[in-house]
Every structure is written in structure tokens, then in C-alpha cells.
């Protein structure tokens, strides 16, 4: 039998722990002076499906110009809706622990949680996540929106590794299962 895919959590987030302002904005993220992509290309190459939630995928729609940026994965958008899948995506109104599970055990690379964090603090909750790859930005915004919202829950993670992107600095975590 083949060994289980993994399901990678890769984000970026503010010093004080928020993955964007409260009006969804990521300006102060790119005000931030990485190095080259940090590390998303190499990132990227390690996997072949991505999870996203509805209002992150309503959010990219709106404002990544330019064809889906995830045009050459399998897509799969959660939402509590009965939505017709594009070209890109196929969306998704099923039991997230059945559907991931299903998914982690097929043949391929990792899986990629994209967010947001209404769905993060489902998988988080369920221990659905196997891996997170967190890219800290030198900021801090005050108030926003939380990677981790609080919640009934306890994540013991063991540190796999770190990474300067210039002003970046990313924390490579494994998940005790």
C-alpha cells in the first residue's frame, strides 16, 4: 500500500498571528521585502491538489488578475452551497473529514490548504492537517483576521525546519498525529 498524502497548510501571516485586515487586505504583505518568490515555487512543485474555502476562493476571484493560479492542480472549493463547477474548480458540499481522507489516500503529491480560516479551523479541529509551512512577516496590523481562531482545540507540532526570505522567516512544522 502507498504511504498517505500529506495535507500542508502554506501560508503567510503578520507578527501578531493575522492572515489578513479585518476588510480582507493583504497590502501590508506586500509591502514586505521577501527574496525571489519565498520559497512558493519550490512549494508549489511538491503538490498537485488544493483545498480552498468559498469566501477565499470569492476573494481570489475578485482580485487575482489573470487566469486561476492554480489552473495546473486539482482545485476543490468547500462551500455549504450547491454550486456548478468551473473549468478550474470543482466545489465541494461534502463531509470534510470523509472527503479529505478519501483524498489524502488516493495516489500523488501533498495537499495544499490554501485557507481561509473559517475552513482552516475546520481541518484544524478535525486534525485533518499534517504539515504547516508559516512565512511571518516583519508586521504587525493590530487587528484582522486570525490563522488561529480560539477555539477547542490543541495542534502539538514539531519543528522541521526554518527559512530566511530576506525580511521573511518561515517555520516548517509537522503535526504529532
Known sequence: MSEKRDLVLFIAMSLDGYIATKDESLEWLFNVEGEGDNGYSDFYETVDTVLIGKKTYDWMTRHVPGEFPYKNKKCYVFTRSSIEDTEDVKFINDDIVRFTNK????????????????????????????????????????????????????????????????QFVELHYGVKH
Open 103 to 166: 483524498l489524502k489516500n488516493q495516489e500523488g503529491r501533498n495537499i495544499w490548504l490554501v485557507g481561509g480560516g473559517e475552513l482552516l479551523q475546520s481541518f484544524v479541529e478535525k486534525k485533518l492537517v499534517d504539515e504547516i509551512i508559516l512565512t511571518v512577516a516583519p508586521t504587525i496590523i493590530g487587528k484582522g483576521i486570525p490563522l488561529f481562531k480560539e477555539g477547542d482545540y490543541q495542534l502539538d507540532l514539531t519543528l522541521k525546519g526554518t527559512k530566511k526570505y530576506n
